[in-house]
């Protein structure tokens, strides 16, 4: 059983920057940020496998960065150039599997607010 616990987001005018943090109690496995916007599917944003390798999803590549510590068994997310659209609740997750799909992910974090006004 692994527990997430999000932290950081807040609110941020269009171009700013914000940063994400998730530390996890018990091993790390596959680690990724989701969020989910109003009216919208969850979606990945990036994962970062236990070999460091990361995967970015399209729109946000260039501008968010995900890495992990695995000696605080801390995720990060870090958040430059934000857009409106990057507006959501993002969650926090862990899994057996590197991908940018929310079904290969096992453990959830209660998710975390980032709002982005222009």
């Known amino acids: 059983q692994v527990q997430l616990v999000e932290s950081g987001g807040g609110s941020v005018q269009s171009g700013g920057s914000l940063s994400l943090s998730c530390e996890a109690s018990?091993?790390?496995?596959?680690m990724g940020w989701f969020r989910q916007g109003p009216g919208k599917e969850r979606e990945g944003v990036a994962t970062?496998?236990?070999?460091?390798?990361?995967r970015y999803r399209t729109s946000v590549k260039g501008r968010f960065t995900i890495s992990r510590d695995n000696s605080k068994k801390t995720v990060y997310l870090q958040m430059n150039s934000l857009k409106p659209e990057d507006t959501g609740i993002y969650y926090c997750?862990?899994?057996?599997?590197?991908?940018?799909?929310?079904?290969?992910?096992?453990?959830w974090g209660q998710g975390t607010q980032v709002i982005v006004s222009s």
């Open positions: 970062i496998g236990s070999d460091g390798r990361s």
């Open positions: 018990g091993y790390m496995y596959d």
């Open positions: 997750a862990a899994g057996y599997y590197d991908s940018l799909s929310a079904s290969d992910f096992t453990y």
